[in-house]
């Protein structure tokens, strides 16, 4: 903005003192429109400034509160929605329904279905305590046996899955291979629980297993399980 000459008792300041904000402020912190420039106009025009030189910062500040608190929002829903691609290695059975662990032997040693997820609801009550020595044991003992194990267990190692595949056949067994999918939220990675428990205390060599636990009773034949997870493939 152009600036105008200035007259007499200042008619060019009073002007501008009427008509901006910066005016508004310059008359807020004492400067006087009597006169070509007021005695305080310096003292009062750095106030002004230093005044608003606060509120951007002030303003920048809580823009980037805000930019955080929406990236932590959207790293959160990431990892809520990211989703797994695992593999499962099993005898085919007379269901095409996919149970795991404890369940899954319970039922094969004549234990009814309430007695069977009984159990596997107490294993999965020993992963979830609130004592991390405690969960580590829990899954060590996953890892160490199934029928202590509260997962329907996965992994992500595709290749391992196929060797395992073909040694199982090799053996005379009936077996396939499941690629499955679903929410990484709705399962345990066992190596990346172990990193934030402080690594592992023994059976160090399961490392290479890549585990992935399922905590769903079961993935049905078709569609999705309740946490989300379905068989897109068997071989």
């Known amino acids: 903005m152009a600036r105008p000459a200035v007259n007499g008792a200042g008619t060019w300041t009073v002007n501008f003192l009427r008509d901006s904000s910066i005016g508004e402020n310059l008359l807020a912190h004492g400067f006087s429109p009597l006169g070509r420039y007021g005695p305080n106009f310096k003292v009062a025009y750095g106030a002004v400034q230093a005044d608003r030189i606060a509120v951007r910062s002030a303003s920048v500040a809580s823009e980037a509160g805000a930019s955080a608190l929406r990236t932590e929002s959207a790293l959160a829903e990431a990892a809520e929605n990211e989703m797994a691609t695992v593999f499962r290695v099993q005898p085919r059975g007379s ?67 196929l060797q395992s595949l073909a040694d199982l056949r090799a053996k005379g067994i009936d077996a396939e291979l499941l690629t499955i999918r679903g929410p990484r939220a709705g399962g345990v990675d066992f190596n990346a629980a172990f990193e934030a428990l402080g690594g592992r205390t023994k059976r160090f060599q399961d490392a290479a297993l890549q585990e992935f636990g399922i905590r769903d009773l079961f993935i049905p034949a078709r569609g999705k399980s309740r946490s989300g997870f379905e068989i897109i493939m068997r071989r």
């Open 95 to 161: 269901s095409d329904i996919v149970t795991g662990g404890a369940f899954r032997r319970s039922r094969e040693a004549g234990a009814n279905l309430v007695d069977a997820n009984a159990r596997r609801r107490a294993l999965m009550a020993q992963v979830d305590s609130a004592d991390p020595v405690a969960v580590r044991r829990a899954l060590v003992d996953a890892q160490a046996s199934g029928a202590k194990s509260p997962f329907i267990s996965t992994t992500f190692d595709e290749s391992g899955a």
